[in-house]
């Protein structure tokens, strides 16, 4: 179903490369300020399309190495998560990339206990492949999913002796949420997806009717002989399920503070479009909500956001991700194991005091200010295209590259650091770009923008 675009006003220059280099953080991964002044020129409506509509881009991705991928006790999770960190770095498609995140931490499933990386390859594919599409087609494939079926014990429910861990998980984390569901739903919703088995040998998935519950069921209040597929359908057509999508996907592409006219638009948006996630996301980012001072400061940067986005935005390509997967499980988001079904509690728990020197030691790092390490980035480059003719002028570009809105005590700061003007004065403006780059990286600001 066709929605009606945003159309946004007017703005200067720079107002577009902040709304647009804001819309290429949240709704991806960041990008170099040349990517970022192209799409600027568009404006920003031109900008949403080009995420949006990611299938009219060549996809970059490639296949992980099949040696990678393995069930049992030859399984590892960290070369597929270093093949995903490169796909996220690299990839023509970042909103899929960001999609495909979300909905890791949405289904939560984790090879400690699915134990399986060609299970979660999958999964993550599953992820991908349904990023924008319609939240029942997605739904469906996660309930006959490999890595799901053992991660919630779905193998195991049979007519018999029901389980009740994915009957459960899929209303209160899944699609409705807490408190809009009662024990007897639960237990109806186990009795409709029994049946469905796991082949440990080959990992297909099959339905086995003699193991299926087809007796009457009621469900959220609808009676029948209902299947998995009519738990699906009942799920995703209930009136609490827009809205608590609405809300996951505000609180990780925007912030942990809700807009609650933006969700309710964003509902809305789902129901009138036969549930497309599509849908959903025009909503959020053609809102003026999205790109107003307090969204654009206040969501906490995900240790991957943190690690990807730096990398993105200033265009880096010697950097060694061998540490990388280790390094996120240090900073609490390890990829492909998320702590528990409810997946990682985000926002201001992403910030404590070992994460953050751990993120300052990053910066550090890159920057060429730590011991024995050479930094990554060029400054000439920086530098040449900048062509600062003050140290403010060459402040305000690296925060407007970084997408940082500087506060008067961290302007300050800088300034004090960089030192007075003019430019020609005997310093080495090299080390003091740098410096720059690398105070900014671990500023208060950096970790919300």
């Not at 495909?100 to 991908?128: E, P």
């Given at each position: 179903m066709h929605t009606k675009k945003t159309a946004f006003p007017p703005k200067n220059v720079e107002a577009n490369l902040r709304d647009v280099g804001h819309l290429l953080r949240r709704a991806g991964f960041g990008a170099p300020r040349a990517q970022v002044e192209h799409l600027?020129?568009?404006?920003?409506?031109?900008?949403?399309?080009?995420?949006?509509?990611?299938?009219?881009?060549?996809?970059?991705?490639?296949?992980?190495?099949?040696?990678?991928?393995?069930?049992?006790?030859?399984?590892?999770?960290?070369?597929?998560?270093?093949?995903?960190?490169?796909?996220?770095?690299?990839?023509?498609?970042?909103?899929?990339?960001?999609?495909?995140?979300?909905?890791?931490?949405?289904?939560?499933?984790?090879?400690?206990?699915?134990?399986?990386?060609?299970?979660?390859?999958?999964?993550?594919?599953?992820?991908?492949?349904?990023?924008?599409?319609?939240?029942?087609?997605?739904?469906?494939?996660?309930?006959?999913?490999?890595?799901?079926?053992?991660?919630?014990?779905?193998?195991?429910?049979?007519?018999?002796?029901?389980?009740?861990?994915?009957?459960?998980?899929?209303?209160?984390?899944?699609?409705?949420?807490?408190?809009?569901?009662?024990?007897?739903?639960?237990?109806?919703?186990?009795?409709?997806?029994?049946?469905?088995?796991?082949?440990?040998?080959?990992?297909?998935?099959?339905?086995?009717?003699?193991?299926?519950?087809?007796?009457?069921?009621?469900?959220?209040?609808?009676?029948?002989?209902?299947?998995?597929?009519?738990?699906?359908r009942i799920m995703c057509a209930h009136p609490a399920t827009g809205t608590f999508l609405a809300s996951r996907l505000w609180r990780f592409f925007a912030s942990d503070t809700p807009s609650i006219s933006v969700e309710e638009r964003m509902a809305q948006a789902y129901y009138n479009s036969d549930h497309s996630i599509a849908a959903m996301m025009r909503a959020m980012l053609t809102s003026p909500e999205f790109y107003s001072l307090q969204t654009r400061t206040s969501g906490v940067k995900s240790p991957v956001d943190f690690l990807v986005t730096t990398v993105r935005q200033l265009g880096l390509t010697q950097v060694d991700l061998t540490t990388w997967p280790r390094l996120l499980a240090v900073l609490g988001q390890e990829l492909f194991n998320p702590p528990n079904v409810g997946g990682w509690a985000g926002g201001i728990n992403w910030i404590n005091g070992g994460t953050m020197l751990t993120r300052f030691n990053i910066a550090s790092r890159l920057t060429g200010n730590a011991p024995g390490s050479k930094s990554l980035i060029d400054p000439n480059v920086i530098l040449n295209a900048a062509d600062p003719q003050s140290m403010g002028q060459l402040i305000f570009y690296l925060s407007t590259t970084l997408g940082i809105d500087l506060t008067a005590i961290t302007e300050r700061a800088l300034t004090r650091f960089a030192g007075p003007d003019p430019l020609d004065r005997p310093v080495d403006l090299n080390s003091t770009t740098l410096g720059l780059i690398h105070l900014m990286l671990v500023s208060p600001e950096y970790q919300t923008a």
């Open positions: 600027a020129q568009g404006g920003l409506a031109a900008a949403i399309d080009s995420l949006l509509n990611f299938t009219q881009v060549p996809a970059t991705l490639t296949p992980p190495d099949p040696s990678i991928l393995a069930t049992g006790m030859m399984a590892r999770i960290e070369p597929l998560s270093m093949w995903w960190l490169i796909a996220m770095i690299t990839s023509s498609r970042p909103l899929q990339e960001k999609m495909t995140l979300f909905w890791h931490g949405h289904f939560a499933t984790a090879f400690y206990k699915v134990r399986s990386s060609q299970y979660m390859y999958q999964q993550n594919q599953l992820f991908r492949q349904n990023a924008l599409g319609r939240f029942d087609d997605l739904l469906t494939g996660v309930y006959k999913d490999p890595a799901m079926m053992i991660w919630l014990d779905g193998r195991l429910n049979v007519k018999s002796l029901p389980n009740e861990n994915f009957g459960r998980e899929v209303l209160e984390l899944f699609t409705l949420g807490y408190g809009m569901y009662t024990e007897d739903d639960v237990h109806a919703n186990a009795r409709a997806f029994t049946g469905w088995r796991l082949d440990g040998q080959t990992g297909q998935v099959t339905f086995v009717p003699r193991l299926h519950d087809d007796g009457p069921k009621t469900l959220l209040g609808q009676t029948g002989n209902w299947g998995a597929e009519d738990a699906v």
